[in-house]
């Protein structure tokens, strides 16, 4: 009796197993069919695109040029930008003594032609300025002038008044710059000499070493300058000394900008930051614009605002800048241009795509016809200085960068360069 029990135990558990394996080919047949009728469908659908694309119209052989002809730089100036594409810019800017007539920046229309009337650099009256001082008169040359200066005075604006002696390197009148010459007799005969720094004077039998002034003889003998700034004679030598807020370097001629910001030596207050200068500093706090309308700002850092989120139905707002950062830029004096002084630059969020377009331009300051704003890279601007400048000044720059996408505007970015030109040249 027991064995016929587990004979029948042993046969439904076969027939289980059958079952199961029998419901598993049924579900593999239905996943193979589901299977071949996507592929089916996925096929489908690729040859009606392909059909199509095959039916779009071929492109219009006459379409509108995509580049504009070149553009030569005007006589006696110079030319920024070699992208002629639609959308690009080129700028002029003229040599020293010439001033420029027309639009200084053009634009590559999409008609293939460019913006604006044609630009010429016309000649500056070095005169017109009444460069010369103390009743001297002026005389126009070829990109400079000359002063024909009146009696008493001289100097290349006749700024100096005449002496009645002219000046000498050597130092006559004063006790502290002579010296008794070291003398001995050689064979009956007396020979004297000097120290370093010194020289013979007066008649064999009553000589007087006198002092030689350096500074004056490399002026006089235009050997170039022995100090960078100001040279002072002392008995026998010389020193260079530097203006105030710079010190010496140790070659003993070159002179060095004291940075007061890095050592402390400022008095700027709390909620203001200082901006080293050459020869000084400077205390600022910057503001961020001011609300007008649905427009409005916050600053996220001392030197950076953040335009506030806009009312979906304000166009104005969305318009206005998205940043706008504050920049500080200490130059010397008659710096070499071209130079770059600034880079604007963009760059995407993680995981969020960048703009497919940047435009760069320059929209406000007093600095007219002292920069260009040009493209360098697919995502960079620079700003460059074509005109040297003079100091001491400041002078305000203010540019701009405009994202966009599919030729949509997206936000603006503006930047206010803040240029400090030192008094001196180094």
Not at 208 to 230: F, H, S
Request: net charge neutral; hydrophobic share 30%.
């Amino acid at each position: 009796m027991a064995s016929t029990n587990m004979f029948l135990q042993n046969c439904m558990d076969k027939h289980q197993l059958v079952g199961v394996l029998r419901q598993m080919e049924k579900f593999l047949k239905g996943q193979e069919m589901r299977f071949t009728e996507g592929l089916r469908i996925m096929k489908s659908k690729l040859a009606t695109l392909q059909n199509s694309v095959s039916k779009l119209p071929q492109a219009d052989q006459s379409a509108a040029p995509s580049v504009c002809p070149s553009l030569e730089a005007p006589v006696h100036g110079r030319k920024f930008g070699s992208n002629y594409l639609i959308g690009h810019e080129v700028h002029f800017t003229c040599s020293h003594g010439y001033h420029l007539v027309g639009p200084e920046t053009h634009v590559c229309q999409e008609n293939g032609s460019w913006s604006g009337v044609n630009t010429i650099c016309k000649d500056v009256s070095e005169c017109s300025s009444n460069p010369c001082q103390n009743g001297g008169t002026c005389v126009e040359g070829v990109n400079q002038y000359r002063c024909t200066c009146s009696q008493s005075w001289n100097g290349s604006n006749c700024q100096h008044q005449t002496q009645t002696a002219p000046p000498e390197w050597s130092v006559m009148n004063d006790p502290a710059f002579s010296r008794r010459p070291r003398c001995a007799k050689v064979d009956r005969a007396q020979h004297c000499s000097c120290d370093a720094g010194f020289h013979m004077s007066g008649t064999s039998d009553n000589s007087i070493c006198q002092d030689v002034n350096e500074c004056e003889v490399y002026r006089l003998d235009q050997g170039g300058k022995l100090c960078v700034y100001e040279c002072v004679n002392i008995p026998g030598s010389y020193h260079c000394s530097c203006p105030s807020h710079y010190k010496l370097l140790p070659d003993g001629r070159s002179c060095e900008d004291v940075d007061e910001c890095l050592t402390q030596q400022h008095n700027c207050s709390r909620g203001t930051t200082c901006i080293n200068t050459g020869g000084g500093f400077q205390c600022v706090s910057p503001e961020c614009p001011r609300s007008h309308g649905n427009i409005s700002y916050v600053k996220t850092s001392p030197f950076q605002c953040e335009r506030n989120p806009c009312p979906m139905e304000s166009r104005s707002c969305h318009l206005a800048p998205k940043t706008v950062s504050f920049h500080y830029l200490s130059l010397p004096s008659n710096l070499q241009t071209p130079a770059t002084l600034f880079r604007m630059a963009t760059a995407a969020a993680p995981g969020r795509p960048g703009p497919d377009s940047l435009r760069f331009g320059i929209v406000g300051g007093n600095s007219r016809g002292m920069f260009v704003m040009q493209r360098s890279d697919r995502q960079t601007g620079e700003l460059i200085l074509v005109q040297r400048l003079r100091g001491p000044q400041d002078i305000s720059v203010d540019v701009d960068m405009s994202e966009y996408s599919d030729r949509t505007f997206q936000a603006k970015h503006v930047a206010k360069v803040h240029i400090l030109v030192s008094a001196y040249n180094f």
